[in-house]
């Protein structure tokens, strides 16, 4: 395999992180931006029942699990197994 091969797999890898972080932030913004607007209408509604915490609460499970995909889980890949058996056939060579 060779290197520009190599270089153009963890390019595309990169990118997709930086795509995946992106789209998380994004995520993130909306929610806090949406539950404060609910919290506002909740506040000035005469501040009964929390409804607000059932969209706060569910919603925000989600952004947690974006998070751990995003930040937790995406870290493994195979990059650095094509890195080394690219060294292996190089060395065979």
Known sequence: MATTEIDEKIYEEAK???KAK???Y????TWI???LILIIVW???GQGYPWFLWPLCIWGAFVLLNFINV???SN???IGAIEKEAEKIKREN
Do not use: A, P, T, Y
Not at 26 to 29: P, T, V
């Open 33 to 35: 931006f949406v539950n």
């Open 43 to 45: 506040s000035l509604s």
């Open 26 to 29: 994004s995520h993130l913004g």
């Open 22 to 24: 992106k789209d998380f």
């Open 71 to 73: 930040f937790v889980l």
């Open 16 to 18: 997709k992180r930086v």
């Open 76 to 78: 493994k890949s195979d």
